[in-house]
């Protein structure tokens, strides 16, 4: 049943090119739509975005911005899915990095799942904080001075702004009622 929660709230995916874990940017996508939201889709490349179901192409969606032209001033929170090569890519590249610490600088709520906070450990926003991911990313996110916790879903509050972590496509439902909750006015 469609809520009014985040009407007038507008929230980043923010996005690679290629990688991106499908059911990850999906499912929440539907949620903060289902919540009244706007979701907007945010890639370091214009045109259409090639999402991934594991290791096997799947659909393509449109981007709606690009870290090029556009800063959280536009949006009310950041939303990272996962897949492996999607962070991997974002990572290296300076304008996503400073797209996403920009959330964290501006207090704004940020949810990860998956793979997604690799992303995160490049923009230095982890250190300090208590968050989970894909159980591989556990040692990163220590060496970068996270604190890792094998949960389903885990909300960390104990920073400058909201972090909602969840593991896997598995852990989808409680991420995105999560998220839902911490992209609230």
Do not use: Y
């Amino acid at each position: 049943m469609p809520n009014n929660d985040l009407q007038g709230r507008t929230i980043a995916f923010l996005c690679a090119p290629e990688g991106t874990e499908q059911v990850e940017l999906t499912e929440p996508w539907q949620a903060v739509e289902r919540a009244g939201g706007t979701p907007r889709l945010v890639s370091t490349e214009s045109g259409r975005l090639q999402a991934f179901d594991h290791l096997d192409k799947a659909d393509t969606f449109p981007v709606d911005t690009t870290v090029e032209v556009s800063d959280h001033t536009e949006f009310d929170g950041l939303l990272l899915p996962g897949g492996v090569a999607n962070p991997d890519f974002l990572r290296t590249q300076p304008k996503a990095v400073a797209f996403a610490r920009s959330f964290f600088d501006a207090g704004k709520p940020v949810a990860v799942i998956c793979h997604g906070p690799w992303t995160l450990i490049e923009a230095d926003v982890v250190r300090g904080r208590t968050l989970t991911s894909w159980p591989s990313l556990q040692t990163d996110l220590r060496n970068a001075g996270a604190n890792w916790v094998d949960e389903e879903v885990h909300i960390c509050d104990e920073g400058p702004n909201v972090l909602v972590s969840s593991r896997r496509p598995d852990d989808l439902k409680a991420f995105s009622q999560a998220a839902v909750d911490a992209f609230k006015p």
